[in-house]
């Protein structure tokens, strides 16, 4: 590659990330990636975690480099990958996430209503034409359309480079050590048997780990309560925006939330205007529509963004079975009352609804691994804990009752 | 304390950072210290070491956690430090940058003609009256006007708890392990003889590695030319957007940048407007600024957005000696012609100036020692590399004339 | 304390280890926890992990080093412990493993028909009138018989200062990521509740972990098959050399070795001179036996050092079943053919047995949390993993009848 | 490589040590080898720093990982290396400490008249003729006689491997962070130009660091008081027990050592049995004759192994001039008069000598850099601190006139 774009970025997690080539220096200086800049990987976790600032940009340059030591691992294994093959999985773990918007998750469907990996594709379409059919093959791995599967599992899979780097990143930034993964040893035991990823018997224990490690992520950051508190009110404050701005309401909004608000993936006319709004839009527009908020009359868009700008956030009880809807509506009045607002006014206030853990999926898509006598084998037939049980806990979230923080 | 108010954060860098007390809890969770969330602790360096997104809100915790560290050492060597003097100091360096303003020192003076120590101190008054009085010791410490001078010397001095978070947070977050600094081993070295801070003997590789690892972080990331590039297009933009709007064209604005542009500190009237203005202002409104800058039809803000913005930036050459004016202008006129502008444009685009080293001050503030006879000495005294040579650098900044990035 | 004595150690695990008080530091420098610079904790585990030579000295230190913090902790929380009572679980726990002899665990009852704690016990009186009664405390709380049971607990139960140490070292000094435990965080939970020790309940997934991490270690290091062949040919061996001697043959053996060959615990009249050559005893005489075993002419003691000093290791098979003894005999067949020897002599060559985790006790001592309506209940209350299934293995041993080592 | 032998070691320093190919792994399994699990990287360090008993075995094998990591980044830049050179520096650098004797340098020319690097060589020259000429080019390398003379300043010089491992593990294990060198940013930055190994510029701060840092390690560590006497008592302690035994003195030895006592280098005779006596010796038979000698009757060979073994260790004076022989008088006077014991024999217990830094040497073989530039020029020409400084200390060492120890 040429000696100007033999780029290394400083990774505080793996020390040092060199880019591969010529190609994928290129598309990390376009806008698209560099947008990924101003999205946090965690959308408002670090309002309980202060470290948790990283961004999809961080963890995009950190699922490449885990794919580079990974590719390198299974070719001094034997797996035959074409030099246009390695390309091709290193754009697509890079471009992956191209497609989040503000705060990833907190506000997907919200926005815009469908799924990110569709506004990546979409992404990766418009990047192919601009750099004259170069993704091709790229764009065949992540949507599992070319021969070598294998290649698509290092994409998405129970062991892809996306979820090695995130847990591993987001177990760093939050400070939440219990969830640290050795991703360097699962790295170290990966084979290809057969056009399908596996795990050597050795690795085991890493897999223990690393399933317990992701468990505990679930419940210590990605599921936490004051995590959850901050984006459903993030999620009530940006649709009480956009239903004031709908009825003429004076607020200052960004060119592309403007867009934005008025406009619907469904209806395929909106989707090229969508799409070029899309990629100006990030967690900067969020945050100023917020601050703005602050100065509008509205008294329930000012009291969430109140709540979060100054981390005055709402309460949350937990339950595994549902809530009465009469326990709600007393909850309603008591938040009412202690308002001193209508009660009507509480369907924009108080939230209910259910979490659940991604669980460890046995059906579709088990870890496979490779036994000491040569045969791929599922995990399940190792005795290892109950990874599986996904949890499911009902929540209702309303505001404080008294003026304590915290 | 009460138990409601016994918060643990968590912290990549330390593990734990445990609240001392309610009072502390209390700062915490005001505004002014919330605030502190949406302000970079070092600009735009993210722009080179993409970890680099912490704020001076984490950096105030961190630094709060090594003074409970050290007055535990302290008190354990015999230095007496009453209740009072404890909350005191935590206090004081739990609020010492709350007047730091976006992007912390990028934007320092231009925002606002005044050091963001003096805006700590303003608000540190107006906490002191809300918090009825507590903070009055605090604010003794803080400028040095208490008795105990040495509680003065942990909040300001050559190894204050400011210097050794700064130093510990910038080299994690910045992946530079070359500026890691040994701040637990520095802690357990410390004492207090004759009122002043000094550093037991043995400490002193400690000391010699903290004073390399502090000379290595202000070339490799305080002073890095990139970052250099970007925060001069920062000023430059802030600066350009400022004339325009004074000039009445119409350009998207938070409400309190509108306030701040148009107000200044020498003015004494204007001040309490400035600072209601100042607490709501931080890395949002200037990010906000730059985005609906794109759509602003102003050839030097536009070209300065979007290089920040896409990360385009400028380029930067150094010298040891000043740039000869000649040479100045021949890069506008190179520049003039590739953007195909105006040459009277060029003084917007092309920056020269100084940059210099913080040093280590040997006349007013050395490092004392604690030698293996019980005297006190200054650092000097002992061998060590010449951390002292401040290095000036001339630069200067000009838009590339290729359209590669990077 | 004096200052004299105000010593700190350095710990690659833990920084620093600073000795809390005079009576510690005498006891460290006292001959009998010196000669524990010289028992490898774990054994020839390093024939496997190279790393693992650290000893029960350092051992000791750590597991002290952790008492103190949690003594802190407690006492923050409002547990009261007198100062005789702290000092009493600092000598506990510093002394509890000084009745270990030579590679720890692997040559426990050989050497000396009796257990290791009740070695440290007789070692413990001799030293408390040494030091005229000053360990009487400790005594009461290593025996259980102190009546603030939390403190025994601390040195012996399920989540003691031993084990947070051992797990936490042993992990460190192998490599084993994968068993690493956050012994801070764990420590941070620990509360005493009705003379308890007990843990929050935010704690339970750095107990779950613990546990995880526990296991890990059992199977990658306490049982791995290739230590489990070294600690059997060294207890082959040295049995072999007593024999050897027993019969009158000319053998080379250190002082303390001549009198444990020929002496017993269970006769009373030879305690006092076990004793005296038992705390003159440790690795280096065993290590001497098998270096000079080289030039013995009995052919099972010669295969065995050999075998031990240039690592060539007899081979290990392991089944959920016992071994049928006619294939135990087609072993021994194999063998003796292979190594031109008569078949009689291969009951000292051919090994069988079984080995077992140490598992979660569930009947006695479980781990009790504090769950967040201020219950003690115990943790098999919650739903983890199924962390108790004791697993045993039979295995068979013998010498490999190729020439290949590894 | 055959599957066999493909085999992995953990490492606490660095992870993961992959042996790079058969014949690697079939040299780390010989004897020769294998006695270094027996030899201790850094004497008696470890009565200073309990962590430091790493063995020259691990520390062979962490420099061989560094070389395979060395090699690798070279290869990606460009530098020419065939498969035979590469086995040939991966062997050079396995066996370039195998001529080490018990507790390394401690023992160095007083057990042997001649210095490692020779023995390490005829070792060589012995396996080459069991590997039937394999190590040919390997010899060639160790003894820089090969056309490519950049690998041998991957063995032997400013920033070799054998260094890069030695200051990382020995930081590692004695816990001094101070000391820790940033190995893999050093490698990352090598380069090879007119077969020369070189730095790039940008990596000036890491050698900055390395400089620093291993100048703490000879000050903290290589060079510390404790150790000094720990030294200087077993080279007497040996000498006394050789004196001892040529006078017919009954003392318990091992067999290797008998012959060594009796034998020189110089006498080319002898040379055969010197070197298979010192293939069977180790660290152990060391620690026998210390252990043995607890029950010998010669005074001051007691005194010396009772000091070594229960750490009762000399003082240690030290100065910048030598001490006057008047004052070496009265330390002997007063020693005696202590012990009740004849003057005469205090030449045996008081000693004298110089200490010395190895220094960054500037005339020979100075790190050279490749600047922006792409000139080759040297350390020297940036201004960094003053490396070179070598200091030398004189030192006196006697027994303790008081009963106190460390």
Redesign the interface.
């Known amino acids: 590659m040429s000696v100007?774009?033999r780029?290394?970025?400083?990774?505080?997690?793996y020390?040092?990330i060199t880019i591969p080539s010529d190609i994928i220096?290129d598309l990390i200086?376009h806008?698209y990636v560099?947008r990924l800049?101003?999205i946090s990987q965690l959308g408002l976790t670090?309002?309980t975690?202060?470290?948790a600032?990283?961004?999809r940009?961080?963890h995009a340059?950190g699922a490449l480099h885990l794919m580079t030591l990974t590719i390198d691992q299974l070719k001094q294994k034997g797996t035959v990958i074409s030099a246009e093959e390695e390309e091709a999985v290193y754009i697509a773990i890079l471009l992956h996430d191209i497609g989040h918007g503000p705060f990833s998750h907190a506000l997907e469907h919200l926005l815009i209503d469908v799924d990110h990996e569709e506004l990546s594709l979409a992404l990766m379409h418009e990047l192919n034409q601009q750099f004259e059919g170069r993704l091709t093959v790229a764009i065949e791995v992540f949507t599992n359309r070319h021969h070598k599967r294998f290649l698509h599992q290092l994409i998405s899979g129970q062991l892809d480079m996306d979820r090695l780097d995130y847990l591993t990143r987001d177990s760093?930034?939050?400070?939440?050590?219990?969830g640290k993964v050795?991703y360097?040893?699962i790295i170290?035991m990966l084979r290809v048997i057969d056009d399908q990823l596996v795990v050597e018997e050795k690795g085991i224990?890493?897999i223990?780990?690393f399933l317990?490690?992701r468990k505990?992520m679930y419940?210590?950051v990605y599921l936490h309560k004051t995590v959850l508190s901050a984006e459903l009110m993030l999620k009530a404050a940006v649709k009480r925006a956009q239903e004031l701005y709908l009825q003429g309401a004076a607020i200052?909004l960004?060119?592309s939330l403007t867009t934005i608000f008025q406009s619907s993936w469904s209806n395929k006319d909106q989707r090229d205007d969508l799409l070029s709004a899309f990629v100006?839009l990030d967690d900067?527009?969020i945050?100023?529509l917020l601050?703005?908020a602050?100065?509008c009359s509205d008294f329930q868009l000012h009291l969430l963004a109140d709540g979060l700008?100054?981390?005055n956030l709402f309460r949350v009880e937990l339950s595994v079975i549902p809530f009465k809807s009469k326990d709600v509506d007393l909850i309603k009045e008591e938040v009412a009352t202690h308002l001193e607002i209508d009660i009507n006014l509480m369907d924009e206030l108080v939230f209910t609804g259910i979490e659940q853990t991604e669980t460890y999926d046995f059906q579709e898509s088990e870890i496979k691994l490779l036994n000491k006598k040569g045969e791929v084998v599922p995990l399940t037939s190792f005795?290892?804990?109950?990874?599986s049980?996904s949890v499911a806990k009902y929540y209702v979230c309303y505001p404080k009752l008294t003026n304590?923080?915290?």
Not at 172 to 178: L, P, R, S
Not at 383 to 387: A, V
Request: no cysteine.
């Open positions: 100007n774009k780029k290394i970025f400083n990774d505080p997690v020390g040092f220096f200086q806008p560099q800049r101003r670090h309002l975690y202060p470290g600032l990283h961004t940009f961080h340059l760093f930034y939050t400070g939440v050590m219990e050795g360097d040893r170290k224990y890493s223990e780990k317990v490690a505990i419940w210590q200052q960004s060119k100006s900067v527009d945050l100023a601050k703005n602050l100065y700008i100054n981390r005795q290892l804990g109950p990874f049980s304590t923080a915290f």
